[in-house]
């Protein structure tokens, strides 16, 4: 609400007329009632942000070993170092090969790339699935169980995720979320081989 106050005398004889000054003061104390209800109105609107987490399947304890080989064909080793460098090599090595591991990164023509090169087949299959999708010709779970389906599928790229002690917190994150980019569906944590760590050293 506003007030106006005016103070002043009024004419004299002898003197010109002046206008009268006005002096205004306003009362905010209904501003702090609005501030208060419309902070309520959208804490009562608002819908909160869920929190986005990071799905990880792990393997069931009682799993047959047999079932747990990997093909190598499909198999692909990652290995997390310092100063954000990725050395990689392809298929499983047997005792006494020597490894070709070679060294790429995280920009634009690192890892990225590369899984999406190799996992080519099963992206290809999941675009149109995802166009169903989104055209709401089925449902999110058909959508999701079929994707599984896809990245599951025995030909679809493995890749075995490995670190030393000088790779950063951050680069185990970073990789997680190219799998989930790249829609690597069959991927593992696993230790560094000592064999790797003395490879890594010299290169």
């Not at 792990?58 to 290995?79: G, H, L, Y």
């Not at 099963?122 to 055209?135: D, M, S, T, V, W």
């Not at 030909?155 to 075995?160: Q, S």
């Amino acid at each position: 609400m506003a007030e106006v106050n005016t103070e002043g005398g009024g004419k004299k004889k002898g003197k010109k007329h002046k206008t009268k000054k006005q002096s205004t003061r306003i009362d905010l104390t209904p501003m702090v009632d609005l501030g208060f209800l419309l902070i309520t109105f959208f804490m009562l609107t608002t819908t909160l942000s869920k929190p986005q987490t990071m799905e990880i399947n792990m393997p069931v304890k009682d799993q047959n070993a047999e079932d747990t080989k990997v093909k190598a064909s499909t198999a692909m080793t990652v290995i997390l170092s310092k100063n954000d460098r990725i050395f990689y090599y392809f298929g499983i090595p047997e005792e006494g090969q020597e490894l070709k591991m070679e060294v790429t990164n995280f920009g634009d023509n690192g890892i990225r790339k590369l899984l999406l090169e190799k996992n080519a087949p099963q992206i290809a299959a999941i675009k149109p699935l995802k166009a169903k999708f989104e055209n709401k010709e089925i449902t999110e779970g058909e959508y999701r169980k079929a994707a599984i389906g896809i990245k599951g599928s025995p030909n679809a790229l493995v890749v075995l995720i490995k670190s030393d002690d000088k790779s950063k917190y951050k680069n185990l994150v970073d990789i997680l979320d190219e799998m989930n980019i790249c829609n690597i569906g069959k991927y593992a944590i696993v230790d560094i081989s000592p064999v790797e760590q003395d490879l890594i050293k010299n290169l």
